[in-house]
């Protein structure tokens, strides 16, 4: 029985080689699973090793094709990337103001110090955008050794124009400075809101938080504001402390951000529309307070009425 087996497999065999070489080239074809067992009473060890050595021929036919296509890929001409061309970046430059360092020294780092390996380059470049009594500071570094001279020079800046709380106290000022600003337009409570942000994120970096959450600052704030806001944060405090929360400077800077917002929407403009009837009345009492007033003046000094002497002229 398994002779007549073998004498089965072995035609078809001869056949696939024949069609192989008529073709001229290796076709692709299924070994039967009887072929595949080289152990037991239905293969022959021919047969295995025929199966065997066929397999190891296509498998480095195969692995020579793999090397030949990664070669012609390695040969292959590749295209430049062109991308677009960036506008180039102008540092802005350092005079000395405290409320300033932080920012410059961020920028400089970013542009200059990471792309420049060599310390004499670097200070430079730092002597360069420096200007006024910051640039005066640090002239004299260029005489030393260019790594110590770069290290001295950075700890110069730092000691005259970055500490920490001289930057925070001029920060927080330049919040107060502007008067006579009427908060009530929503483009100045905007940028109100956006110099709130900057002030933020510059504390919040030096970790010099302290002032900025006072008690003091939150006050001098809220005074700016109109009283119908000051009214809308009372209520927005009283929602905080009733779940043991103390007001912070980031949420009053919410809560102005969110007014802002809201004033600049198209209904909160519709909101805060004039009101023709009620300009008329108001421009007829203001102007009846002021008559009033110059009436009282002139009784005061002792002089008759202009209205007096209209009325007498006209009797005469």
Not at 214 to 231: C, D, H, Y
Request: net charge positive.
């Amino acid at each position: 029985m398994p002779n007549n087996r073998r004498r089965k497999l072995s035609p078809r065999l001869v056949d696939v080689k024949r069609d192989e070489q008529k073709n001229g080239f290796p076709q692709s074809r299924q070994v039967p699973s009887d072929a595949s067992m080289c152990h037991g009473s239905y293969s022959n060890r021919d047969d295995c090793n025929y199966s065997e050595s066929s397999c190891d021929t296509m498998a480095d036919g195969i692995e020579n094709l793999s090397l030949d296509v990664k070669q012609a890929k390695s040969v292959m001409p590749t295209a430049p990337f062109v991308g677009p061309e960036l506008p180039k970046v102008e540092l802005s430059y350092f005079d000395g103001q405290p409320r300033g360092y932080w920012k410059f020294l961020r920028e400089f780092e970013t542009y200059v110090e990471s792309r420049v390996k060599d310390d004499g380059q670097r200070l430079l470049y730092l002597i360069h955008y420096c200007k006024g009594k910051a640039k005066t500071a640090i002239e004299g570094c260029v005489m030393l050794e260019a790594s110590s001279g770069y290290k001295k020079a950075k700890e110069i800046l730092k000691r005259l124009f970055g500490q920490a709380h001289v930057i925070a106290r001029e920060t927080l000022e330049d919040l107060f400075k502007t008067t006579n600003v009427d908060y009530s337009d929503p483009e100045q409570l905007t940028n109100l809101a956006i110099r709130m942000k900057n002030c933020s994120m510059v504390l919040n970096q030096m970790k010099y938080t302290a002032d900025l959450n006072s008690l003091i600052t939150l006050e001098r704030i809220v005074r700016l504001l109109p009283q119908v806001m000051q009214a809308q944060w009372a209520d927005w405090v009283d929602e905080l402390t009733e779940d043991n929360r103390e007001p912070t400077f980031d949420e009053l800077t919410q809560f102005i951000a969110s007014r802002a917002r809201v004033a600049n929407s198209r209904f909160g403009r519709l909101a805060n529309r004039p009101r023709k009837g009620h300009n008329l009345k108001t421009n007829c009492r203001l102007q009846l307070e002021q008559e009033n007033n110059s009436r009282e003046r002139e009784l005061n000094a002792g002089c008759v009425p202009r209205t007096m002497l209209f009325i007498n002229v006209q009797n005469f």
